[in-house]
């Protein structure tokens, strides 16, 4: 999917353009590290991913932009563990406000992801207005609630690909992500038609 994504990107002179932009920016540190971290985290740092995987970030970051995509920070009040520790993660996933979830798949033979975080009630996530608000410090991004129907996403604990943030969105209609160091959980949802079946059939098959 993202060489795919790539191939696109460098066909179009603008779009071309835009990842070379991003490509400066992740290796000069220029953006929040935290937004960076819940789209992709690697142990290296996204100076060192591959113009593909920028490109998978860039997908991401412009889908968030448009109001394609909209996302909303859960509280956990703790940093994940290795990943390997799972029933430590899960411990502390069991904190989690009531109208959530969470579930860390103990086995992860051959799984899609870490586990999975559902929601049985209507939730509400920020979806951006693409319409940027004037601050003191600069230009802040405008965002408004938007209500999701009951659902369930994959759930990705510490480090991941911006490109397997990216599939989870497009395959799934959206993912949680618990990056390492982060003591919130991140919510990205798709907000385009069609996601929210998507969404809700995982939901049932995690509840049978």
């Known amino acids: 999917m993202a060489d795919r994504l790539l191939d696109?990107?460098?066909?179009?002179?603008?779009?071309?353009?835009?990842?070379?932009?991003a490509r400066r920016h992740l290796r000069g540190g220029v953006v929040e590290?935290?937004?960076?971290d819940r789209i992709g985290q690697t142990h290296k740092g996204?100076?060192?991913?591959?113009?593909?995987?920028?490109?998978?970030?860039?997908?991401?970051f412009t889908g968030l932009t448009s109001g394609e995509f909209a996302q909303v920070l859960?509280?956990?009040?703790?940093?994940?563990?290795?990943?390997?520790?799972?029933?430590?993660?899960?411990a502390a996933l069991d904190g989690l406000h009531s109208t959530f979830r969470a579930t860390v798949d103990t086995a992860?033979?051959?799984?899609?992801?870490?586990?999975?975080?559902?929601?049985?009630?209507?939730?509400?996530?920020?979806?951006?207005?693409?319409?940027?608000?004037?601050?003191?410090?600069?230009v802040r991004?405008?965002?408004?609630?938007?209500?999701?129907?009951?659902?369930?996403?994959?759930l990705e604990i510490g480090y991941t690909m911006p490109s397997r943030t990216l599939h989870h969105l497009l395959v799934s209609g959206g993912v949680a992500r618990w990056p390492y160091h982060h003591e919130?959980?991140?919510?990205?949802?798709?907000l385009q038609p069609g996601s929210s079946r998507a969404r809700q059939a995982r939901q049932e098959v995690s509840a049978s």
Do not use: M
């Open 46 to 60: 996204p100076s060192k991913w591959l113009p593909s995987q920028a490109a998978a970030y860039l997908r991401i």
């Open 74 to 90: 859960v509280p956990l009040g703790t940093a994940p563990n290795l990943d390997s520790e799972r029933q430590a993660n899960q």
């Open 33 to 36: 590290v935290e937004a960076v």
């Open 8 to 21: 696109d990107l460098l066909y179009s002179p603008a779009a071309a353009a835009a990842l070379a932009q």
């Open 141 to 154: 991004p405008g965002t408004r609630p938007v209500s999701v129907p009951s659902g369930g996403v994959p």
């Open 108 to 138: 992860q033979d051959h799984a899609d992801a870490d586990g999975q975080v559902s929601w049985s009630i209507p939730i509400t996530v920020d979806q951006s207005t693409g319409v940027g608000l004037p601050e003191a410090a600069g």
């Open 184 to 190: 919130h959980l991140c919510l990205f949802v798709n």
